[in-house]
């Protein structure tokens, strides 16, 4: 597909309108550069009931709350927004395109994310905001010492996450969602982490309620799935930049990928999922793209 020349032309397209995405179009609109953000609105930032881990937010803050800051923010800018997801990405003599859409931009930046695999239980958004599914220990195990935890997914992810969690409170149970093999068993055996089987997890007024194939039922303060996530790096990867093992997009010290113009930032690449390393990602991938926007058009 070769761009519509009458199509609008941008400076930046940013694909993904979380953490990443909203600061560096902020920065690159401080920049004076035309931007254009596209949006699905599915943020793995929006699970956030309340994080204090985040910089500058000692009380805490949600992360819809943060995300609708961080916008107001870009928009102060002349930023704009475009709801919508982009299903494929076209690069024709150095100009960008996004399919469906009818725009053009010099520079793309793909802060797409990732989507966590989370158990399929009934009031799974109701859990979430209650902070009783619990995605990011990293996040907020802080807010969990001493209490009752169970971590649910497949052997390996399962039992390095309970010991992640154990310094914060020796209250952790595994609930494997498939057969533990005997080096898992053996893992949590050298852990004292009990292990079982899940057969239904309900929402109680004090916690998760787990009835366990058996029979037995248990209630936890809170669950971490630990099933894998889903890394929305495909529309780059079929435009050619370098994915690792895991799907992560692969960039330089500067966030750029193998795609000349085209840079990653936030958790589609390969490093610590956290609020503060998506602002950081965001701050060199903008002030390079302002760089190489100055360079001269062939």
Do not use: W
Request: proline residues 5%; contains cysteine.
């Amino acid at each position: 597909m070769v761009a519509n020349s009458k199509a609008k032309l941008y400076d930046c397209l940013i694909v993904g309108g979380g953490p990443a995405g909203l600061l560096a179009a902020t920065y690159l609109g401080r920049f004076r550069r035309k931007v254009l953000v596209i949006d699905s609105g599915q943020s793995r930032a929006k699970l956030i009931p309340l994080t204090r881990n985040c910089p500058g937010f000692p009380d805490g803050i949600s992360g819809p709350a943060l995300l609708g800051r961080l916008r107001r923010q870009a928009s102060r800018y002349n930023v704009r927004f475009l709801e919508g997801y982009v299903t494929q990405l076209f690069c024709s003599r150095g100009t960008f395109s996004a399919k469906p859409t009818n725009v053009r931009a010099r520079a793309i930046l793909i802060a797409t994310g990732v989507v966590d695999v989370l158990p399929d239980i009934p009031e799974l958004d109701m859990l979430i905001t209650r902070g009783r599914i619990r995605i990011c220990p990293v996040c907020d195990a802080f807010e969990t010492i001493d209490r009752s935890l169970a971590v649910i997914g497949p052997s390996a992810n399962a039992v390095a996450k309970a010991e992640f969690l154990q310094p914060y409170t020796r209250k952790i149970s595994i609930l494997a969602t498939g057969t533990l093999d005997n080096e898992g068993r053996a893992a949590a055996a050298g852990l004292d982490i009990a292990v079982a089987n899940p057969a239904s997890i309900r929402a109680t007024d004090d916690g998760v309620s787990v009835r366990l194939i058996g029979g037995e039922r248990r209630v936890f303060d809170a669950i971490y799935p630990a099933m894998g996530a889903t890394i929305n790096s495909r529309v780059a990867a079929d435009l050619g930049a370098e994915c690792d093992e895991l799907g992560n997009l692969v960039t330089d010290a500067r966030q750029r990928t193998a795609v000349p113009g085209m840079y990653a930032a936030g958790d589609v690449v390969n490093e610590l999922n956290q609020l503060s390393v998506a602002f950081g990602h965001a701050a060199i991938a903008a002030s390079d793209i302002h760089r190489y926007l100055d360079r001269p058009v062939l």
